[in-house]
Nanobody, 116 residues
């Protein structure tokens, strides 16, 4: 079974940093693009970033320059380094298999709260 286990969320002050991790299992991790998405209460799902099988990265305008997505194929793990966090980054963050728009599995997510 495909499993995507996200971790690393928490409460952080504005301007702070967090690193999210997502451990993947049940499929050949290196064969798939991987994506981070987020959802705040009462809002639609928002695409955050994608890294493809060749480690090429793509970012939404709202996080470009502050967040970095990368993957460790040896550890079957996806990461999201989040710097200069803002209150509007508060959301539940999910890792997902595939390109945004064609995601087929999503993990349970990890909560990120940015507040003073």
């Amino acid at each position: 079974d495909v499993q995507l286990q996200a971790s690393g969320g928490g409460l952080v002050q504005p301007g702070g940093i967090l690193r999210l991790s997502c451990e993947a299992s049940g499929f050949t991790f290196s064969d798939y693009a991987m994506t981070w998405i987020r959802q705040a209460p009462g809002r639609e799902v928002e695409w955050v970033a994608t890294v493809n099988e060749h480690h090429v990265t793509y970012y939404s305008a709202s996080v470009k320059g502050r967040f970095a997505i990368f993957r460790d194929t040896g550890r079957n793990t996806l990461y999201l380094q989040m710097n200069s966090l803002k209150p509007e980054d508060t959301a539940r963050y999910y890792c997902a298999r595939g390109l945004y728009g064609s995601v087929d599995y999503r993990g349970q997510g990890t909560q990120v709260t940015v507040s003073s």
